[in-house]
């Protein structure tokens, strides 16, 4: 179901709301963006907690996200999308009945048609720094964005009542580079699916406990996750973590600022040491390969050493492709996650 938003009042809070709330109907109301969001934090949020306001780095972060959306939609029109984007004084709302006491409300960012076919489906925008793009687009949305994907169901149901394919765009906020993935409407019905799965217990405590707010549904998530590492209501739910997380890391060794000063002045005085030769050996090596591509064998005797000119292939894998073709499933056996740590100085 949609609806325009009119009074200023219900305008200007419409990008501010609460992630959940109870409405006058009596009803438990979830933002869309929210819907895939611990349920214990969404109950907090309804029965009205006290939370910790984002910090200054989170609220930039945020910032970002909204200046970046019509830069975004730009470069789709631009690209051949057929792009109508949301009219940000007068949104429309979108509201979703999923349980008999839950609904999910939300404003799409826009619609819009892809280049040359396709019918009419919502656009969900996101910005991600470099990483967080880079393992969107390898990954896939289901997999690194999971909420991104159930609010653009929620969105395609709410609209036009039906799974359609729906469009995740996603800008990387480092140089700006833009991308999309087209989720199939199949796709779209099990990710409203998994929405609806996952909010029918909070729906479920709430009519057994009504609106209290002492009675709290299980954690989701697990102390030291990232996910409590960044809820607003981690000082209420997990009071030791939350000093932990003002707290120095015992096990990290203690490096003084000093300490860290000498070992940036160290690393650049090696890598300016290295420069020289590394740009000789690379000259030197380029000079040899023109030479070696005029030779008739592959390997060559100069002096007392062996030159040889090895070719070696390069795969590329088209992730978007991939993405498109497989479920998430068959791509998580494909795709695995390795994580390592550097330290990078520039
Ligand atoms: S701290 Fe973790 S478990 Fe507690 S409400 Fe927040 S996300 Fe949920």
Redesign the pocket.
Known sequence: MKESLDAPAERASAYDRPNASFDWEGQLEVRASAAM?????L??AATGHESTPPDDAALTVMETGRALEPVVLNAMQRAGWEVEPADAGRPTKVVLQLTPTVKVTGHPDATGRMPLFGEEAVIEVKTRGPSAFKRWQALGAERSHPDSVAQAALYTYGLFGEARDAVVATMDTGDRTWDTEVIPAERVERALERTSEWLAPLGAHYATHGADPESLPE?????G?W??R?????A???PG?AEDAEAPDEETPEVTDEEARQAVAAYVAARESLREPEGAKRQALDILKGWMRRQSSAKAELGNHTVSLVRSTRYAVDHKRLNALLDPEARAEIVTEQISESVRIS
């Open positions: 969001s611990c349920r214990r934090a109950w907090y954690r989701d998530f697990e102390a996750s996910r409590c960044s809820c607003p209501f981690l209420t739910c997990l973590d």
